[in-house]
């Protein structure tokens, strides 16, 4: 399977900087531990960086590159993750994840969400059913509406499903800024438990109506694509990270952006998709230490958007 462009410009920005390295065996980690927060609806506490398998885990039944993503989660679980995000629609990517969970015995370990499309009654259903078998287990953590793109969208079904134990969660996602005032206008009416959106340094679109809509619904926040698709990578190749960064514990790029997002009050987690066990250890790290400051955020951002 070909590598993905912003993981090879990842490789490159990794090694131009000198940062994380990979050995033969998987990487240790630091004693501190990963910061979680609160799912509002229920309390539970959330470990801050999860995992998203789109793209990353479409790999059908390869050997070799089921080695490496199986590498992937025991480094999740290892760091003190837990959330890995798949989707009906992700090709191959629920199937993987349900073997390498269920060979690894991690399903007590780990919190599971995906996605189904928009379709009808019938159609949904046998689509989650499938959602199910592939994954290996009679129930999720999270079942996610994909793409929201009508505001009068009803998540009654989902709820139904919530009440037969089929999902502890709730929600409703998107990955475009077209679709972020239906989003939002849906959260405030359905109050889901999760809304999942994409959000970045150099995108924060969200932060105008889906991320306030959430907030204001007792909403869990995921933020997709906290790379803007690896267009970060690029922006930074060849470059050090800014001496102030460490005043938020950031030691790597993928850490200094991630941090941002997870220091919006409104975000619970990032997913950011992997196949790399060194490069889903570093996202970890963004989980421990310092988160920046309102007056950092700022800084943050009036960094890059002059890098741009």
């Not at 919530?162 to 800024?177: D, E, H, P, Q, V």
Request: proline share 4%.
């Amino acid at each position: 399977m070909p590598k993905l462009r912003s993981d090879f410009s990842r490789r490159e920005v990794i090694a131009g900087a000198g940062a994380l390295a990979v050995s033969g065996s998987l990487p240790s980690f630091a004693q501190d531990a990963m910061r979680t927060k609160p799912i509002p609806h229920s309390g539970e506490q959330l470990p801050v960086v999860g995992l998203g398998t789109s793209v990353v885990f479409q790999i059908g039944k390869d050997p070799n590159e089921r080695a490496q993503r199986r590498d992937v989660l025991q480094v999740l679980v290892q760091g003190g993750g837990n959330l890995i995000d798949t989707a009906s629609t992700y090709g191959s990517a629920e199937m993987v994840v349900g073997d390498l969970v269920a060979e690894e015995k991690l399903r007590e370990k780990v919190f599971i969400a995906t996605k189904g499309e928009v379709r009808s009654r019938s159609a949904m259903l046998a689509e989650f059913q499938e959602s199910l078998r592939r994954l290996k287990t009679p129930k999720v953590d999270l079942m996610q509406l994909h793409n929201v793109r009508d505001a009068s969208q009803s998540l009654a079904l989902y709820r139904e499903w919530k009440a037969a134990g089929l999902t502890r969660y709730t929600g409703i996602t998107t990955s475009f800024n077209s679709d972020h005032e239906a989003v939002a206008a849906c959260t405030a009416r359905e109050k889901p438990d999760f809304v999942q959106v994409n959000y970045s340094i150099a995108d924060r679109t969200a932060e105008k109506r889906a991320l306030p809509a959430a907030k204001d619904a007792g909403a869990a926040v995921l933020c997709n694509l906290p790379f803007g698709r690896g267009g970060l990578f690029r922006l930074v190749r060849g470059k050090e990270l800014p001496e102030w960064a460490a005043e938020f514990d950031a030691k790597s790029w993928a850490q200094f952006f991630l941090k941002f997002m997870l220091s919006h009050e409104a975000v619970n987690a990032v997913i950011p998709g992997t196949a790399d066990a060194a490069h889903m250890k570093d996202n970890l790290g963004a989980g421990r230490g310092r988160l920046p400051d309102a007056s950092m955020r700022k800084r943050m951002v009036e960094f890059v958007e002059k890098l741009g």
